[in-house]
């Protein structure tokens, strides 16, 4: 949060460039929806971050190695998150209710920096799924809690049209905006596509490196043409509530829950229903 006057900054002066380019990137509604998100996540973050960090800190004393502390220790660990995140973010595109948090962020027809900050209110609780395991395997919680915010700084200025392909050896090796504008796209060649945060390696080893080569068409297939806070942050939920309802059986409700957000589960998947 102390990062937001420097992200406004860095908003106005995008906004600025591309409008003197000829090319507005930001649109007032759609940003104002980016803004209702943000602002709910941080509540939301506010709400229940001591209560993560207390459980980091009494996994944190059960933990099976210990890494150690100082500059390599700090890499390791920033190192060892974007890893983590590359697998959370592509579950959150291939497992549906945790898709119905991170929707919201692909639920912006327009890439800029704005989009960055349209985070879901439910997203801190889907997060923690995947991030409670750092502090049992020795990653200190104080640790994890300043790579990780690094993380997320670095991931901020991947979302722009502005700046193109970079250095060819940076393209290889880093998350750039190029990449990261593929994966915002719903053209078929870009979906779940470029997952990385950091290092775009992850994607490169694990089979799901798109380059950015056609236009692309941001949002999502079947866009939610809202821009009411509560149904940004929540119709994906209440789609899957009502879905739910209509199982037949345990296995039933368990394939809407996990199955991919694009199939049509043991055919109860709602046809209106947000596809990445």
Not at 91 to 105: I, N, T
Not at 142 to 168: C, D, N, P, Q, R
Not at 258 to 263: G, I
């Amino acid at each position: 949060m102390m990062a937001l006057p420097v992200f406004a900054l860095l908003m106005v002066a995008e906004a600025t460039v591309t409008s003197l380019r000829g090319h507005n990137v930001y649109a007032l509604k759609d940003f104002a929806g980016s803004m209702s998100q943000l602002g709910i996540n941080i509540a939301v973050r506010l709400a229940i971050g001591g209560a993560l960090i207390g459980l980091h800190f009494w996994l944190y004393q059960f933990r099976v190695f210990e890494v150690a502390a100082g500059p390599w220790g700090w890499l390791l660990t920033f190192v060892t998150i974007d890893f983590v995140f590359y697998g959370y973010h592509r579950a959150q595109h291939r497992v549906r209710f945790l898709w119905c948090a991170h929707v919201v962020h692909h639920s912006s027809e327009h890439m800029n920096l704005g989009t960055a900050l349209r985070q879901s209110p439910t997203g801190p609780f889907t997060k923690a799924l995947f991030y409670w395991p750092l502090p049992l395997l020795g990653f200190d919680p104080l640790v994890v809690a300043s790579a990780g915010a690094i993380a997320t700084l670095y991931g901020f200025w991947t979302h722009t049209e502005v700046l193109k392909k970079l250095w060819a050896p940076l393209e290889w090796l880093f998350v750039t905006p190029s990449h990261h504008r593929a994966h915002h796209g719903s053209n078929p060649e870009y979906v779940d596509k470029n997952y990385g945060n950091f290092l775009i390696i992850w994607d490169r080893l694990f089979g799901t490196f798109e380059p950015e080569m056609a236009r692309v068409q941001y949002g999502l297939r079947t866009n939610i043409n809202t821009y009411n806070p509560l149904r940004i942050a929540f119709s994906a939920w209440l789609k899957l509530f009502r879905d739910s309802l209509s199982a037949r059986s345990i296995t039933d409700l368990c394939g809407l829950w996990l199955r991919p957000p694009s199939e049509q589960a043991v055919g109860l998947l709602s046809k209106s229903y947000p596809e990445r």
